[in-house]
């Protein structure tokens, strides 16, 4: 959290209620942005949402836009909007990558497209490991994904390597349940935990037990889809509810003269969540920071808890057993993970 609490420079009062853009475009339909989305949109948004006052950015090797991010922050960095230590930088650890000897090239490779010394945070994208090699998604000649069986533990331990060599300022994890993070926690000879887990929530899913789970130990709980998914094909089943048409959400909307979306967005900064708002509009980047100019009472906080419906817009039916606990990318309450 100390990591985290250092790149508060937008006005935000707590370490957990930073918020954050995710950026992703051409292959990562898998996070929702539409395939056809050329690489320089990224490069644009990014610049716009430096300028619009946003600080930390989110990325990945699997979002095939990291050379296009870093330009735009080296851009903003040499026009003087700002400080490379004004910028706090996530990227992830793609599944393919999980084993040891292969996840400090995938980082360094990440900052090699970014132009860039280190990463402030850096990720395991997902619980699940596949097979190595340069197809991110691998599959056999019938389709089936190709799992690898590593140790995620052992993984860690190369993430933490990682963090010792200055590459990354902190480590932490994404899409992990409980168990998954139990299992990290636990480890024998442990050095690091992780700072921070990143997964679906919004007031739809609301994560409570998870949420409690990780401020327990410490653990920044981040939110993506935190405004219920921009909904494409075929990632999002279309006959499932919009959230920001939700009743109750466009009422305490009213109330407070403000957007359903930020209504979303302040609901978790309030419960101590970190948020990832994923735009490429100038004029949303800028009205999402909105959030800080107003609070919800404890009786709108208590109005969108009665909201969650265990609702999961991202879902890709994956079932591999390893390390003692079976990982399902469609989630139920205890929050297990979706496959991003």
């Not at 360094?108 to 970014?114: A, C």
């Not at 860690?156 to 902190?170: N, P």
């Not at 994404?174 to 926690?185: K, P, T």
């Not at 139920?332 to 993970?337: A, D, K, L, Q, T």
Request: hydrophobic share 35%.
């Amino acid at each position: 959290m100390e990591e985290i609490s250092k790149h508060q420079n937008t006005g935000i009062s707590s370490a957990v209620s930073l918020c954050a853009l995710n950026i992703s475009s051409s292959f990562s339909n898998l996070l929702l942005k539409h395939p056809l989305v050329p690489k320089n949109k990224a490069l644009e948004a990014t610049k716009l949402a430096i300028e619009a006052g946003f600080r930390h950015i989110d990325s990945a090797h699997l979002y095939n836009n990291e050379e296009y991010v870093g330009l735009a922050i080296r851009s903003k960095i040499a026009d003087g909007t700002v400080k490379r230590e004004d910028i706090f930088y996530t990227s992830k650890l793609w599944c393919n990558s999980h084993r040891p000897e292969l996840v400090r090239p995938a980082l360094e490779r990440s900052l090699k497209n970014l132009q860039l010394d280190y990463v402030d945070l850096y990720l395991i994208h997902f619980p699940v490991s596949l097979k190595p090699g340069e197809e991110l998604i691998p599959k056999d000649e019938n389709g089936k994904l190709l799992f690898d069986a590593v140790d995620l533990c052992a993984t860690w331990e190369a993430m933490e390597k990682c963090k010792d060599a200055g590459l990354a300022k902190s480590i932490g994890v994404s899409n992990f349940n409980r168990r998954q993070l139990e299992m990290i926690l636990n480890k024998p000879g442990l050095k690091y935990k992780p700072v921070c887990n990143q997964v679906e929530c919004h007031p739809y899913l609301n994560q409570r037990k998870l949420l409690d789970f990780c401020k327990s130990k410490d653990i920044v709980l981040v939110a993506y889809s935190a405004l219920g998914s921009h909904r494409e094909k075929p990632w999002v089943d279309q006959n499932s509810p919009v959230l920001l048409e939700d009743p109750v959400l466009c009422a305490l909307a009213k109330k407070h003269k403000r957007t359903p979306a930020l209504i979303a967005l302040r609901y978790q900064l309030q419960r101590g969540v970190v948020v990832l708002a994923k735009s490429y509009n100038e004029q949303r980047m800028r009205e999402n920071m909105k959030v800080f100019e107003f609070q919800l009472t404890s009786e709108d906080m208590k109005a969108i808890d009665g909201l969650d419906r265990n609702i999961r817009y991202l879902t890709l039916d994956i079932n591999h057993k390893k390390n003692n606990c079976r990982i399902y990318a469609r989630g139920n309450s205890e929050g297990n993970p979706n496959f991003i």
